[in-house]
């Protein structure tokens, strides 16, 4: 484990990292589904909460193949094993013949990285248009901003992010720039990054910024990147030498391990403090030496 007081950058996600609410997912899937036969939408919604509790072999972290309707199971790296969306396994055989040799970067799988990634997968399944999902994104993320559907708050993480000094903090969000404004400011950490980064594009887009920070003087490993979505958030950090930190509170289908694994905002909160305390105690160490 490389020191806390290595880390010179942090690479903040927002939804699921700097907040944790998972209710939006039926309205979402009711708004997008509203044109959909009764019984369908509310199988869908079902399936997903399934999905999201545990109650289900799918499980976050796994692949939806969009063009089979089926969901693909990595384990000792490769695909092993595949089910159908409504949980049953796939025969071994048919697995076998269709599935087995594929890659994970597939153009047609989706990673199920978090809770707005399983609604995306359902868009695929029920084809619903795109402008339809997108409406449906853009209205549940204003909702959440007021009550009665207004996202928690955790005083004691925002609090840690605002305090944290000694290191540059980004945010970088796939989410587009009103919304993740919006967000910031409900959170009152409008002002509280020295960069913020909307409609980010992760995972390539964390590439690019972590090359770029790169071409400045900054080794991988001063990075630490922090989120919840695996693929958007940690993978591309990891593959370039960068430190993670997987929060999510799911049971994920994961088979790389993070450098730091944590399941809520309280978790989060504490080892955001710990780096402070680390950044301040090694510039008290540097004072007292020069
Ligand atoms: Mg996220």
Redesign the pocket.
Known sequence: MRKLTDISVVIF?????LYQEDTFVERYIAYMMAETEEGARSAAALRARALLTGDSPIRLGQYYHREDDVVLVRSGGIFANAYTWEGEPLEAGRFAASYASMEPTDERLLYLG?PWGVVNALRHKHRIPLETADAAFRRVREEMLEAPYAFPLDESLLQAVRELDGVTKVLMTNTYEQSALDFLRRMGLDGAFDDVVPAAEKPAGIAEYMDALVRRGIAPSEILSI???PW??LLPAKRLGALTCCISPYELAEEESWDIRVHTVGELAALLRELREAKRGERSTAAQLN
């Open positions: 996600d927002m939804d699921g990292t978090d989120g919840d979505n958007n958030d």
